[in-house]
């Protein structure tokens, strides 16, 4: 299965869908060197927004990603609203919608702990560095104590003057 | 000289996090290389990252497919 991490996000951005980029995209935006697969979103779980994730993938079945047998997504809008998290696989790879980001909250938390970048012409939403060093201290797997100790230095690199950051 | 004395000689006037993450063994000069990218660009590098991560894996795969069907072949 490929992963096209730059059709998602326009898809997503070009339909209009609140969310923000956080983990292991973001990590890697800010400059931490781990590639990592999937795309993890911070997703507003509302009606609306669910009718705008679904026109995002108009033409483009989706599934289930962690369901058995991998069913497709039959439910509406108000039922995915419902959800706290939506694990989805496509064609253009896999997408994690994440309603709620320990230790930062929600998504609003997260919203208001994002800043604006652009991609491609679009502005579309990444979480700040000091909130994604929290997520990953908090998950304290192996993998994101490796991520938040490169962050945390980038974060000490970016805030010495004279110093990039570029576009973050 | 191993690669970590290198780095942090290479970084002898960092903070204490970066010097950190030499000390775990993490190579920054990748991070301060990929630091002097844009957002965009890092963006377009996870792109490129995983498209040629799964074409090596497609590698694998056929290789492994071609030693099935004749053994001596591959090497």
């Known amino acids: ?168 | 000289m191993d690669q970590t004395r290198a780095l942090l000689e290479m970084y002898a006037d960092r903070g204490p996090a970066w010097r950190a993450a030499i000390e775990a063994g993490h190579d920054m000069s990748l991070v301060e290389q990929a630091m002097h990218r844009t957002f965009e660009q890092r963006i377009e590098d996870l792109q490129r990252a995983i498209d040629s991560l799964a074409a090596l894996r497609e590698a694998v795969i056929e290789r492994a497919a071609a030693e099935r069907r004749t053994p001596d072949a591959t090497h």
């Open chain 1, 1 to 168: 299965m490929p992963q096209r991490n730059d059709e998602l996000l326009t898809r997503l951005i070009d339909a209009g869908v609140d969310f923000v980029i956080v983990v292991g995209a973001a990590a890697f935006a800010y400059g931490a060197t781990y590639p990592t697969v999937d795309l993890d979103a911070a997703f507003r779980f509302t009606r609306e927004n669910a009718e705008r994730l679904l026109r995002a993938f108009d033409g483009v079945p989706i599934r289930h990603a962690i369901t058995p047998g991998k069913r497709p997504v039959t439910e509406d809008a108000s039922a995915l609203a419902s959800l706290r998290n939506l694990y989805l696989e496509s064609d253009l790879g896999r997408l994690d919608l994440l309603g709620e980001l320990p230790p930062v909250g929600g998504y609003e938390d997260a919203l208001r702990r994002s800043h604006s970048v652009t991609l491609h012409g679009r502005e579309v939403r990444l979480i700040d560095i000091d909130a994604l060093i929290e997520c990953k201290e908090a998950l304290g797997r192996p993998k994101d104590v490796l991520v938040a100790q490169q962050l945390r230095a980038i974060r000490e690199r970016t805030s010495h003057p004279g110093v990039p950051p570029r576009g973050v």
